[in-house]
């Protein structure tokens, strides 16, 4: 009997720190709004989305020995995570991610503490060995240290190993190894740098892809907010795909990651290029959509009822 396929994602597990404006926010100032604490984490919230798509997902990571660790391992499991392989680290703080929101939802600012992942030892990857090689898919966070993200690109073998770079300073970290990573979601500044080439025209789409591809990158995503996002791959295939813009967004913050999340999905079921992209756009869509970074209600029949409402 063949096993059922399975998820690795190695990176970050942050609690998150919401704080929402009222109104415009006043600078040097405290702004009456609401606060709210949820557990987050670029690759923890990849695998709570894939969790809840129906995908078997499995953390490595590390936290602390402090309240904000006891809260990221119980509500990650709670959510139907694996975090058997997450370490503890008794006298550490954990990881933790303050954003500041606009009234809209929008990001207004952020600060975030992961040096806990400094902590993450290369010996305790090189364990894990079995585990990486076994995997469908292995989601790398770009918030890990470069010599770990380096170490996890030779541990990983034939494991595709995805990646979202999230920032442009992560991009430019990832610059020198980005053709080692099977697939890649940038969005258009991020493919900039990956690229090194101005992406900035929807002319400059292709060729910017095309470029990553020729460095070794198997699959490339470029999410392009409100415009959608387009997709290439080793194969020629160019595509580019929208769905009905959101007119009222709750949180913006999780919408990359369910995007991702969408996009393993489809990799480890074998789906068709254009259903994935679809799925990928209508995760995020989902995801905006929900107070919550990760939306408690993501699962693929949601996602197919929003493909179908929202198509173009």
């Known amino acids: 009997m063949t096993p059922s396929p399975y998820i690795v994602g190695v990176g970050a597990a942050n609690a998150d720190i919401h704080g929402r404006s009222r109104a415009a926010v006043n600078l040097r100032d405290s702004n009456p709004g609401t606060m709210r604490v949820s557990v987050g ?50 006298d550490a703080a954990s990881s933790t991610y303050m954003t500041v929101l606009e009234p809209s939802g929008e990001m207004f600012v952020a600060v975030s503490d992961m040096s806990i992942l400094a902590q993450l030892p290369e010996a305790y990857l090189a364990e894990r060995v079995p585990l990486l090689h076994g995997a469908a898919a292995i989601a790398c966070d770009p918030s890990l240290p470069e010599e770990t993200i380096l170490h996890l690109l030779a541990l990983a073998g034939k494991t595709p190993v995805f990646v979202d770079p999230v920032s442009t300073a992560y991009a430019r970290k990832l610059l020198p190894h980005v053709g080692r990573f099977h697939t890649v979601k940038p969005n258009r500044m991020e493919l900039s740098i990956l690229a090194e080439m101005d992406a900035g025209e929807d002319a400059a789409l292709k060729p910017a892809i095309a470029r990553l591809l020729e460095k070794g990158c198997r699959r490339v995503y470029v999410t392009l907010g409100p415009e959608g996002c387009c997709y290439g791959d080793d194969s020629g295939l160019f595509l580019r795909a929208k769905l009905r813009p959101i007119v009222r967004m709750e949180n913006a913050t999780g919408a990359g990651d369910a995007f991702t999340a969408a996009t393993i999905y489809g990799h480890v079921h074998a789906l068709p290029p254009e259903e994935t992209l679809n799925l990928a756009l209508a995760a995020g869509s989902v995801a905006i959509r929900s107070a919550e970074t990760v939306s408690p209600e993501m699962s693929i029949p949601l996602l197919r009822e929003t493909i179908l409402r929202d198509s173009l």
């Open 41 to 90: 984490g670029v690759t923890r919230n990849i695998l709570e989305n894939a969790a809840r798509l129906g995908l078997d997902a499995r953390l490595v990571s590390a936290v602390g020995g402090d309240v904000f660790g006891r809260l990221i391992l119980a509500r990650s499991a709670a959510a139907g995570m694996d975090v058997s392989n997450v370490l503890v680290l008794p």
